[in-house]
C-alpha cells in the first residue's frame, strides 16, 4: 500500500484512485471467498419466507418445518433486551468508581433504548438462526451549534475586521449520540481468514441517496465521478429492486493494517474517502465479532444449522405432497348401469356431493329390483388408498422426530409432555434438554455483552461532561467549584477566629464556629466530575476499575428470581438478628460484621442496588460503635430517689443556712450587749473619777 499514498508535510495523503482500484479487487476476492454461503442463504431465506412458489395446488404445498423450528428457538435463545451491568471491576470503596460506573450505566441504558436495541439484536437473532451470522455496526454522531461569543454582529470583531479573517466559526456540541445500525448478513464483508483476530478489514455496504452521498462527501466527490457505481446491485427480486431505487450501494471499509477507514460506491474504480478512523477503539473495529453459528477451525465460513437437516425437510415435503394428493383421492367413486330410463337419472341424483339426505322416487320400481336394486352400484374401494395415507403419516412423523432431533428442540422446549410425567421428570428433561441451545444462548449474550462494551468505549471517549451528567441525572460539582467552596470556608473560619479574638479581649464570651451547610457537606463529599472524567478517559486505568457486562438476554425465571430475593433477605434478617446481639457485647466487632455484611450482599445480583445504602449504614455504624458510650439513664425509681435525697439535701442545706445566719445574729447581740457593758463601766469610772 506504500504506493497509494504520498507523505506531505502536516500529515499523509492518499491517492483515490489506487485506493479504489485496490478496495474492489479486495472486495471481489472476499464476495467471490463467500459465494457459496451467500447463495445457499439466499435459498434458506426463501425457504423461510415461503417465497419458492405459489402452494395454491396439492402437488407444491410443503411442510413449514424451518420456520416451525426457527419459531421455537427464537425466544429459547433471546427473549429480552440486555441491560447494561456497569460495576467496580473490585468491589472496594471507590467513590470516584462508584459515580463514574452509575454514569456510564445509566448512559449506555438511554443509548440501548434510543437505538431501540431490542429489534436490532432480534434481527441479529433471525440471521443467526437462519444464516449462522449477524452483526451490528456503531458509530458516534454529534450536532454542533455555533457558540455564542458575546460579540454584537455590528461590532467589528464580528465581521472579520480583527482576528483571522475568513477562519472557522467556534461552534460547540449541542448534542451528541452513539448509533447502533442493524447489518444484514449480505451487506457485510471481511477479508477471508481462519480466526477474527486474523481479520485485517471489515466493511459494510449502506444504501445511501444522492443527497445523503452530496451532504457526507461533498460536492466536489459528485462532481468527480466517484459516486457513479456502474456496477452498483439493484436486487434480484422486485423487492429489492423497488427498495435500492435510487440509491447508490457505498461501502464503509476499516482497514486494520494501514489504519485507515475507506468509503467507495459499488463497481467504482475511485473511492470518494480516504482517511483516518474516526474512532480510537481498543480492538479498531467499530463492530463486535459477529455471532456466529456453525463455524470450523479452518475458516470463517458459518454453516447454517438447515443444512444439516435439509434432507430430511426434503422428505417430509415429499410425503406432505403425496398425502395431500391421496386425500384428493378420498372420494366416493360410484359405476351404475346406464340407459335405463328413469333408473340411472335416480342414481344420479342420490349420489350428488350436495345432497346429504335425499328421497328419490323410481317410476320403473320392477326393472330396478328385477336389476339388484343397491346391489347394480358398484363403488371404487378406498381401503388401500386409506393404509397407504396412514403410513405415509407415520413415516413423516419419524422423520420429523430426527428432525428434533438433530437439532436438540426437547419435548420440553417445545410443549409436548406426557401427563404421567413427574414434576422431577420434566425439570430433569428440561435441564437436559437445553443443553444443545446453551451455546447459541452464549453466543447471543456475549454479542450482546460486545455491543454494549463497544458502546460504553465510545461515550467514555466522546461524551462531553455535560453530556454525562444531563443523560445520567446525576449532579457532580467541578474541581473549580470544590475550590472555590473550600475557600469561601476559609474565609469564613478566618473571619470567625477574629471575631474570637476580639470577643476574648473585650471579655465577652465568642461566639460559636460556623458550620457548613448540609447541602455543601454533601457536594463537598461527592467526586468531581473532573475526577470521573480523568477515569473514564483513560482506557487502561478505566479497564482496571469499572468492567462492563449485562444481564441475561434469554427469558428470565420469575420464580428462581423471586427466590433468589427471598433468600437475600433471609439472609441480611438472619445476620441483622445474630450481629445485632453481638454488637451489645463487643463493639469493637461492629466494623468486621459490616464488612461481612457487604462481602455476602456483593454476591446477590439483588443486593446490588442496596450496596450503596448498606455501606453508609454501616459507616454511620462503625462511626458510632467507636464513639465514646454516655452515661446510662437512670431508672424511673433511681430518679424519684434522687430528686428525694436531693430535696432532702437542700432542705439540710438551708436548714444549715439559717443556723449559720440565727448564730451570727447571737453573736452580733452578744457583741453589741458587751460593747453597751464597756461603754456604762467607762462611764461609771469617769463619774467616780470626777466625784
Known amino acids: 500500500m506504500e504506493d497509494e499514498r504520498t507523505a506531505f508535510e502536516g500529515g499523509q495523503h492518499w491517492d483515490p484512485a489506487k485506493v479504489g482500484a485496490h478496495w474492489q479487487q479486495e472486495l471481489e476476492r472476499a464476495q467471490r471467498y463467500f459465494k457459496s454461503w451467500h447463495d445457499r442463504c439466499v435459498k434458506i431465506e426463501k425457504i423461510y419466507l415461503d417465497q419458492q412458489s405459489e402452494q395454491t395446488s396439492a402437488a407444491k404445498r410443503r411442510f413449514p418445518m424451518l420456520w416451525a423450528n426457527t419459531s421455537v428457538l427464537q425466544p429459547a435463545v433471546y427473549a429480552r433486551v440486555p441491560q447494561p451491568v456497569v460495576e467496580r471491576r473490585f468491589k472496594d470503596a471507590e467513590p470516584v468508581a462508584r459515580i463514574a460506573s452509575e454514569i456510564v450505566e445509566r448512559n449506555l441504558g438511554y443509548t440501548g433504548d434510543e437505538a431501540d436495541l431490542d429489534s436490532i439484536m432480534r434481527a441479529v437473532r433471525d440471521d443467526f438462526l437462519l444464516c449462522a451470522r449477524g452483526t451490528v455496526w456503531l458509530r458516534y454522531e454529534a450536532d454542533f451549534e455555533p457558540l455564542d461569543m458575546g460579540v454584537a454582529p455590528s461590532d467589528p470583531a464580528a465581521d472579520g475586521s480583527s482576528g483571522e479573517i475568513g477562519g472557522p466559526s467556534m461552534e460547540a456540541i449541542a448534542d451528541e449520540r452513539v448509533c447502533i445500525d442493524y447489518v444484514h448478513w449480505s451487506d457485510f464483508l471481511h477479508s477471508p481468514a481462519r480466526r477474527w483476530k486474523d481479520v485485517t478489514w471489515v466493511a459494510r455496504r449502506v444504501p445511501m441517496t444522492e443527497a445523503e452521498m452530496e451532504q457526507r462527501f461533498g460536492r466536489e466527490a459528485m462532481v468527480s465521478g466517484a459516486a457513479e457505481a456502474s456496477g452498483s446491485r439493484k436486487g434480484a427480486s422486485q423487492t429489492e429492486r423497488a427498495e435500492n431505487e435510487g440509491k447508490t450501494h457505498v461501502w464503509e471499509i476499516w482497514c486494520k493494517s494501514e489504519n485507515y477507514t475507506v468509503w467507495i460506491a459499488d463497481g467504482s474504480p475511485v473511492a470518494l474517502e480516504v482517511s483516518e478512523p474516526p474512532l480510537e477503539l481498543t480492538h479498531f473495529w467499530p463492530c463486535p465479532r459477529p455471532a456466529y453459528g456453525t463455524v470450523s477451525t479452518s475458516s470463517l465460513i458459518p454453516v447454517p444449522d438447515y443444512v444439516y437437516y435439509q434432507q430430511q425437510c426434503d422428505e417430509i415435503d415429499l410425503l406432505t405432497r403425496r398425502i395431500n394428493k391421496l386425500t384428493d383421492q378420498l372420494r366416493l367413486k360410484v359405476f351404475y348401469p346406464s340407459g335405463d330410463g328413469a333408473i340411472s337419472p335416480a342414481i344420479e341424483k342420490a349420489m350428488r356431493p350436495e345432497n346429504d339426505m335425499v328421497m328419490v322416487p323410481i317410476p320403473e320400481w320392477a326393472a330396478f329390483t328385477d336389476k339388484g336394486g343397491s346391489k347394480a352400484i358398484v363403488t371404487l374401494p378406498i381401503d388401500e388408498v386409506q393404509k397407504v395415507i396412514v403410513a405415509c403419516i407415520a413415516a413423516r412423523k419419524q422423520l420429523i422426530e430426527d428432525v428434533y432431533q438433530i437439532t436438540g428442540i426437547s419435548d420440553i422446549v417445545r410443549g409436548d409432555t406426557q401427563a404421567s410425567e413427574t414434576a422431577t421428570a420434566q425439570r430433569i428433561k ?62 469564613i473560619e478566618m473571619a470567625a477566629q477574629q471575631a474570637a479574638m476580639r470577643a476574648q479581649q473585650m471579655g465577652q464570651p465568642a461566639l460559636p464556629a460556623p458550620e457548613m451547610p448540609p447541602q455543601l457537606q454533601q457536594m463537598m463529599g461527592q467526586p468531581t466530575i473532573d475526577e470521573v472524567v480523568q477515569l473514564l478517559r483513560n482506557d487502561s486505568i478505566r479497564g482496571f476499575r469499572i468492567d462492563i457486562e449485562t444481564d441475561s438476554t434469554i427469558e428470565p425465571d420469575e420464580d428462581a428470581e423471586k427466590q433468589r430475593r427471598m433468600e437475600f433477605v433471609q439472609m441480611v434478617g438472619g445476620f441483622m438478628q ?114
Open 430 to 491: 428440561s435441564q437436559w434438554g437445553s443443553i444443545r441451545i446453551r451455546d447459541r444462548q452464549a453466543e447471543l449474550a456475549r454479542f450482546a455483552r460486545d455491543i454494549i462494551r463497544l458502546a460504553g468505549e465510545i461515550i467514555c471517549d466522546q461524551f462531553q461532561p455535560e453530556t454525562l451528567m444531563l443523560v445520567s441525572g446525576i449532579k457532580l460539582p467541578t474541581m473549580a467549584e470544590k475550590q472555590q467552596v473550600q475557600m469561601q470556608m476559609q474565609q
Open 578 to 691: 445474630q450481629a445485632g446481639a453481638m454488637a451489645q457485647q463487643s463493639p469493637m466487632l461492629v466494623p468486621v460484621m459490616v464488612e461481612t455484611l457487604l462481602f455476602a450482599a456483593r454476591g446477590f445480583r439483588a443486593g446490588r442496588q442496596l450496596e450503596s445504602t448498606l455501606e453508609q449504614v454501616g459507616a454511620q455504624l462503625s462511626q458510632a460503635a467507636s464513639a465514646p458510650k454516655p452515661d446510662p439513664q437512670p431508672t424511673p425509681g433511681e430518679m424519684i430517689k434522687l430528686k428525694t435525697e436531693q430535696v432532702k439535701a437542700g432542705a439540710e442545706q438551708r436548714k444549715a443556712e439559717l443556723g449559720v445566719a440565727q448564730a451570727e445574729i447571737e453573736h452580733r447581740a452578744m457583741l453589741e450587749q458587751a460593747r453597751g457593758e464597756a461603754a456604762a463601766q467607762a462611764t461609771d469610772q469617769m463619774r467616780a473619777s470626777y466625784q
